[in-house]
């Protein structure tokens, strides 16, 4: 059968795939079917020819060249146009006529100058009108992408495996929004139309998310809590039910490109330039979205207002293209006011690529989105050591990876469409971005910390500014190249694949969701394998040297080049790439340090760039041993740091009233605490802990842990303390909050009243929560905030000293606060406990104490009106961690403000003796602590405004009251100054 074989050999040759076929080919082979019609070998066989014509009708090409084709001359009598019936009967032209026409149509293909069949080009208002929704629809789709991904965070946990399956359900709903509604777009529907569909749908899921999020989290808890899933499962799931809730959203703003793209692109000239302007000012605006929701609107308004205002704007996008397409459809076409301004470029004479280039080019943006997002994990996970871990650190970094982007694709828009040798010029980005990738190596090894090089700069009301602006200078010297280059691929790479501008929707959906699947498997790879087995910096030079290898194929298959012409490409690039590998091997390899890291280490113990985080143990000039992650310190040998330690596990046990308590501890740090929490008579200990290379580093400090590890009773759980509250239902008497900083990105949400909430419903009747409160990172309202926070959910709370008063811990009880003080001098009975303490100067009951700061009456006065942190308004994480530059100045007033509202802890004392006097003499006892640890206060106060020798006087003062009160022999004494 001549005309199956034909047909055959199409499909096999990927005529399937609309927008890959060579349109010469298939008019060759149409044409060999005409004439086997005007043979009559079709003349018995109509239903192979119905085939035929619904096969044609699968190219992106205007159906009725190849029915032209088929029926011959378009003379044909009659007022009606052949049926398919008629066909083999229809008498066909002579040969040279069919020859003409399919050279004509060919002719067209190569050069289509002709109009879509939109219309007549609209007003310079009406496209000015466009471009500035369009440009909004950029910023609401990275407002939506902020708040969904924070949202779906909290649900799921903030371990790397959780934020990946997020990413990649909103990356493959995006992927599928361009490549449906690309293909949708081509087949007539009205752009401005479907346009205005997608938004008002974008701006309706920003009202109804909140409902389908709860949903969601009703759906995971209950399936976590009520069947065995293991490490794939649990993913498994999350990834399902992320992908429910953002697939249809995503795809819809998924779509918003190919279909504004095509009702700009009226000719193939021009598509570049389209494609490039439209490209760059969605995500320029998109820049505009990340600077918005992470600077301002989620601070301002909250996280779900952000979404709902980005919905209003969506709605208000919707409501004015529709009502422009009402217009333009209303309007007759002589009224359409021309595009006068815009001059027809000159064909660009580029060679017409044959299917196998096309799809070569196609593969190539895949593989550069791969690359793209790669580079830009391995580049966040750099430059924290230099910004700082925060939130605001990773929106400058993701503005500056963006705008890079925009910009790039806004220089090819001025040129593209000129320019011969697309599959060469496209090769040529792609060696440049690995050429740069890999020479900003170097740059990032000499980056200054952003905290060095604001050393001088004044402590006024512009610092803030000033932070963020060094900020972007440290982030742009290291991305602003590469990031301008893969901007620039991305219309190219649409000029090459889209071969007619009438199926300019089919063909940018087909790039664009190619080139976002290449990123999410990209991100996926770079974070789960290449970092960990390799490390941040290999990393770089392995995603470079594939931008390199796919450019260098590229420039070769540039079908316009001579042999001559593809050797010396060759050459040269091999030159420059080598050139900049020389740079590369010339500045050795790259240990990422922070600046207080630099500050401190003597000799770096043990390095690991993990799945989660970069985890370093160093030895500091002290000659202790500090463990840091991501370029913080959170935990060591030093005396500051168990002191937190031994607070947040010794005081909540001391006050514990329940028998064995089980104990659940939020963060492993050097397992201090989980240690010290074992010295109790505790039936057990749950220790939940983020990052899976903090308790492999747990060796190097057995002086703090004890090899806690090993213990039977100690039960590690890898993972996110907030998603274990969520999902886990055991119920414990003691849950320890030993996290880290709130400014730090993520941890915001662990001193938020939602968090507390989740623990009250894990809590016995009888049980304590502790929170720990670094008074030295924290301004005084911002300490208020969390007391306040706290209190909300635990309204039986008091304050207290760390043994060294270097922190502060918050104890919250279920039931009305009171200590058992015949019971807590019992426990220090225990030889393990009282010795585990002794190492902070706490021997004895009355130690432990003095360091009451207030009760509960008083610290609902100190906490006031303030606001509430939550997880809609996250003020702690948004708002500027100013502890870098005035770190001091803040432990100095919260100092000043303990002191002003500290009580004496004796009316929450009971069974205080069994006689009289036994009470009276504890009484004066307590009241004796308490005036001595106040002129213990002021000696720290004194110290730090550099009052040494006053210091010294207080501190003698209050051993002259109480020779017992010791807790001013800390840290403070060794270093002169407190460290962080």
Same mark, same amino acid.
């Given at each position: ?13 990927g005529g399937?795939l609309p927008?890959?076929?060579?349109h010469g080919?298939a008019?060759?082979h ?8 005007a043979d009559?070998v079709?003349?018995?066989r109509?239903?192979?020819l119905v085939?035929?014509f ?12 190849f ?15 052949p ?5 083999p009967?229809?008498?066909?032209t002579?040969p040279?006529?069919?020859d003409t ?6 002719s067209q293909?190569d ?6 069949s ?8 009406v496209?000015l009108?466009?471009?500035?929704l ?12 902020v708040v969904w ?5 909290l649900v ?8 990946s399956t997020?990413?990649a $359900?909103?990356f493959?709903? @995006?992927? !599928?929004?361009?490549a ?7 087949? %007539?529907?009205s752009? /401005?139309f479907v346009?205005?569909?997608?938004e008002?749908?974008?701006g ?9 999020l709860?949903?969601?989290t009703l759906?995971y ?8 899933i293991?490490f794939?499962g649990?993913?498994l799931?999350r ?9 249809l959203?995503?795809t819809l703003?998924g ?6 793209v095509?009702f700009f ?5 021009k598509?570049?330039?389209h494609?490039?302007?439209l490209?760059s000012?969605n995500?320029l605006?998109?820049?505009v979205?990340?600077? $918005?929701a992470?600077?301002f @609107?989620? !601070?301002?308004l909250?996280v779900?207002?952000a979404?709902y205002?980005? %919905?209003v704007i969506? /709605?208000?996008?919707a409501?004015v ?9 209303a309007?007759p076409?002589a ?5 006068g ?6 064909a660009?004479g ?6 196998t280039a096309i799809?070569?080019a196609l ?5 550069s ?7 830009e994990v391995?580049?966040t ?8 871990n925060?939130t ?7 503005t500056?990876?963006?705008l890079?982007?925009g910009?790039?694709s806004?220089?090819t828009a001025?040129?593209?469409d000129?320019?011969?040798r !697309?599959?060469?010029w496209?090769?040529?980005i792609?060696?440049?971005? %690995? ?6 190596i170097?740059?990032i ?5 952003v905290?060095?090089g604001m050393a001088?700069?004044?402590l006024d ?17 290291v ?8 901007g620039m691929a991305f ?14 929707g089919?063909?940018?959906g087909n ?9 999410v ?7 789960f394998v290449?970092i960990p087995?390799?490390g941040?910096q290999?990393?770089?030079?392995l995603?470079a040297?594939?931008n390199?290898?796919i450019?260098?194929?590229l420039?070769?298959a540039?079908p316009s ?5 593809r ?6 690039v091999?030159v420059v790439?080598?050139g900049?590998?020389?740079v590369?091997m ?6 990422l340090?922070s600046?207080y890291e ?6 770096i ?7 989660g ?5 160093y030895?500091?000039?002290y ?8 370029g913080?310190?959170v935990a060591g040998?030093?005396?500051e740091y168990q002191?937190?330690?031994?607070a947040?596990?010794h005081?909540?046990l001391?006050l514990s009233?329940a028998?064995?308590p ?7 740090g050097a ?6 929490v074992?010295?109790?008579?505790v ?12 308790p492999?580093a747990?060796h190097f400090f057995?002086e ?5 590890l090993?213990d039977?009773?100690?039960n590690?759980?890898?993972g ?8 886990s239902?055991k119920v414990?008497?003691?849950?320890s909050?030993d996290?880290?900083?709130?400014k730090?990105?993520g941890?915001?949400?662990l001193?938020?009243?939602?968090f507390?909430e989740?623990?009250e419903?894990?809590?016995?009747d009888?049980?304590i929560?502790?929170?720990w ?6 301004s005084?309202?911002?300490v208020?905030?969390v ?5 909300a959910?635990?309204p039986?709370s008091?304050?207290?000293?760390s043994?060294?008063r ?7 009880t279920q039931?009305?606060?009171?200590i ?12 393990r406990v009282r010795e585990d303490?002794a190492?902070?100067?706490?021997t ?7 360091g009451?700061?207030?009760g ?8 006031g009106?303030?606001r509430?942190?939550?997880d809609?308004h996250p003020?702690l ?5 100013m502890?870098?530059f ?5 432990r100095?007033?919260n100092l000043?403000?303990f002191?002003?509202a500290?009580e004496?802890?004796l ?10 006097e036994?009470i009276?003499a ?7 602590r308490?005036e001595a640890?106040?002129h ?7 110290l ?8 010294i ?5 209050a ?14 004494w ?7």
């Open positions: 059968m001549v005309e199956i074989s034909l047909l055959g050999s199409e499909r096999a040759r399937q927008g890959l076929l060579d080919s008019l060759a149409l044409q060999n079917l005409n004439d086997l019609v009559g079709f003349a018995t109509k239903a192979p085939r035929l619904d096969f044609c009708l699968q190219f992106p090409h205007n159906p009725a060249d029915r032209d084709l088929l029926l011959g001359p378009t003379e044909i009598q009659g007022p009606e146009s049926r398919i019936e008629d066909w009967k229809t008498q066909p002579s040279s006529a069919r026409r399919a050279r004509k149509l060919m293909h050069h289509p100058s002709q109009e879509t939109l219309g007549p080009p609209p007003s310079t208002g496209r009108t466009i471009l500035g369009f440009f909004l629809s950029g910023a609401c789709g990275l407002v939506y992408e991904m924070r949202t779906l965070t799921f946990g903030a371990t790397a495996f959780a934020t997020i990413l $359900s909103l493959t709903g @995006l992927a !599928l929004g361009g449906y509604f690309g293909r949708l777009i081509d087949r %007539g529907k752009p /401005l346009y205005a569909l997608l008002g749908g974008i309706l899921f920003a009202f109804l998310m909140p409902l389908l709860a949903a969601v759906i808890v209950s399936i976590s809590q009520h069947f065995a293991g794939y649990i993913n799931i990834f399902a039910l992320a992908f429910l809730v953002l697939v959203p995503a703003m779509g918003t490109l190919p279909v504004i095509k692109a009226r000719t193939q000239e598509l570049g330039r494609v490039g302007y490209y000012l995500t605006g998109a820049v979205g990340v600077l $918005s992470g600077f @609107l989620i !601070l301002m909250g779900k207002e979404a205002a980005a %919905g969506n /709605l208000l996008i409501g293209a529709f009502t422009m397409d009402r217009r333009l459809r309007r076409a009224a359409e006011v021309p595009m301004d815009e001059k027809e470029p000159e660009s580029a060679a017409v690529l044959s299917p799809r070569l593969w190539a943006i895949g593989l989105g791969f690359c793209a997002l790669a580079l391995f580049w996970r750099a430059l924290v050591f230099f910004l700082d925060s605001h650190a990773f929106t400058t970094i993701l500056a990876f963006l890079g982007i910009i790039g806004f220089i001025t040129f593209i000129t320019r011969k !697309l599959l060469g496209l090769g040529l792609e060696v440049l971005i %690995g050429v740069s990738a890999i020479l900003a170097p740059a090894n000499h980056l200054t910390p905290f060095q001088d700069v004044s009301s512009m610092l803030n500014w000033k932070w963020m602006g060094m900020r972007f200078v440290n982030t742009l010297s991305m602003l190249v590469p990031t301008v280059l893969m219309p190219v790479a649409s000029k090459i694949y889209t071969t007619r501008v009438n199926t300019v089919t063909a940018l790039v664009y969701a190619v080139n976002t699947i290449g990123g498997f990209g991100s996926v790879i770079a974070g290449l087995l390799i941040v290999a990393g770089i030079v995603i040297t594939i390199v290898v450019g260098v194929i420039i070769l540039e080049l001579g042999p001559k012409a050797i010396t490409a060759a050459v040269v091999g790439f080598i900049g590998g020389t590369y010339r500045d050795g390899g790259m240990t340090t600046y630099g500050l401190e280490t003597d000799e113990l043990s390095y690991e760039e993990g799945i985080a970069t985890v370093k143990v030895r500091d000039i000659g202790d041993r500090i463990l840091s992650i991501n913080f310190p040998e030093p005396l002191d937190a330690q031994k947040l596990a005081f909540p001391l009233t028998a064995s089980r104990v659940a501890i939020i963060g492993f397992g201090g605490t989980s240690w010290a074992l010295q109790h008579d039936s057990g200990v749950d220790c939940v802990e983020l990052v899976p290379a903090v492999r747990a057995p703090v842990n004890y090899g806690v090993n039977p009773r100690f590690l759980i890898l996110d303390g907030r998603n274990y509250m969520l999902v239902d414990y008497d003691v849950i909050i996290a880290t900083s709130p730090m990105a941890n915001g949400s001193y938020a009243r939602d507390y989740l623990l419903e894990r809590l016995s009888e049980g929560v502790v929170q409160i670094p008074h030295h990172l924290l005084d309202g911002e208020r905030m007391a306040k926070s706290f209190m959910v635990f039986h008091t304050l207290w000293f043994p060294l270097q922190n502060m811990v918050l104890i919250g039931r009305e606060f009171e058992d003080f015949g019971a807590l001098r019992a426990k220090f009975e225990n030889d303490l190492h902070v100067n706490v004895s009951a009355m130690d432990f104490l003095s009451f700061v207030m509960e009456e008083a610290l609902a006065r100190y906490a009106n303030s509430e942190n939550t809609n003020y994480e948004f708002t500027p961690a502890a870098y005035v770190g001091d100045m803040y100095l007033r000043l403000d002191r002003e500290r004496s802890v009316p929450w004392l009971a069974n205080m003796g069994e006689t009289d036994e009276a504890l009484t004066e006892d307590v009241q004796t308490y640890v106040e213990s206060i002021n000696g720290d106060i004194l730090f405004l550099g009052n040494r020798r006053q210091a006087v207080e501190y003698n003062e051993l002259m009251i109480d020779p017992q009160e010791k807790n001013w022999l800390n840290a403070i060794r270093y002169g100054n407190p460290r962080r």
